[in-house]
């Protein structure tokens, strides 16, 4: 069993949908949880971090924490074309560990 | 503007040559990364490095593959023999340990291709 199970995808939505991306973990010892975006041959960037479960907001983007269940969200609010990209979350502390990343398509 | 560097942008060679991959990190970062990444296998940490000394390198293949740190504003990842499979983007990776965000910054990658 991977440390950081997260679906491949792809995930195809229509322009101005909600989209939520999710991953579990295995290791109650991480710490932080990040979720990266990664466009087409570049490398991933930094989107948002928590440390905490519950929830964090930025713009259209909400990150979701929940230890107990050790589930972790991102949702995109009116998605956008241009969030087109592929989202890896990563959990971090002793050490990060990444998921797969879940290509998202959002069509025009 | 700061950013991690990574040349060369693209790679393309024949099975049993040598491959050298450079990475300038930001500076200031005290721990640098080295990412293979895949679409079967995602996104896999070779090795890393904090203050240039080698913390972990368990995810390299130890007989062909070798990670250094000359000084502090360069990484190498060295790859000999190369053989079809280590066909991937290889990325570098820099941040600073006491950042508690743990958030690491990527570069443009290096897209390898073994013929």
């Known amino acids: 069993q991977k440390e950081v199970e997260q679906d491949p995808g792809p995930l195809s939505v229509p322009e101005g949908a909600i989209v939520s991306l999710n991953c579990t973990y295995s290791?109650?010892?991480?710490?932080?949880f990040m979720w990266y975006r990664q466009y087409s041959r570049k490398g991933p960037e930094l989107l948002m971090y928590?440390?905490?479960?519950g929830n964090k907001e930025d713009g259209r983007f909400t990150a979701q924490v929940d230890k107990s269940s050790k589930y972790i969200s991102l949702f995109i609010r009116d998605s956008q074309p241009s969030d087109s990209a592929t989202y890896l979350c990563a959990m971090g502390g002793f050490k990060t560990i990444f998921g797969a990343g879940t290509r998202l398509f959002v069509k025009a | 503007d700061a950013r991690v560097t990574q040349t060369p942008r693209h790679k393309v060679t024949e099975m049993g040559q040598e491959v050298t991959m450079r990475c300038q990190p930001i500076l200031g970062h005290n721990t640098v990364f080295w990412y293979r990444q895949t679409m079967m296998q995602g996104l896999e940490l070779l090795a890393y490095?904090?203050?240039?000394?080698?913390?972990?390198d368990s995810g390299m293949p130890k007989d062909r593959f070798s990670a250094e740190m000359p000084d502090a504003t360069l990484a190498t990842l060295k790859i000999q023999p190369s053989e079809p499979r280590d066909s991937a983007v290889y990325f570098c990776?820099?941040?600073?340990?006491?950042?508690?965000?743990?958030?690491?910054?990527f570069g443009p990658g290096t897209r390898l291709t073994v013929l």
């Open positions: 490095f904090r203050n240039r000394a080698p913390l972990d």
């Open positions: 928590t440390y905490s479960s």
């Open positions: 290791n109650s010892a991480f710490q932080y």
């Open positions: 990776a820099s941040d600073y340990a006491a950042d508690l965000t743990d958030t690491q910054y």
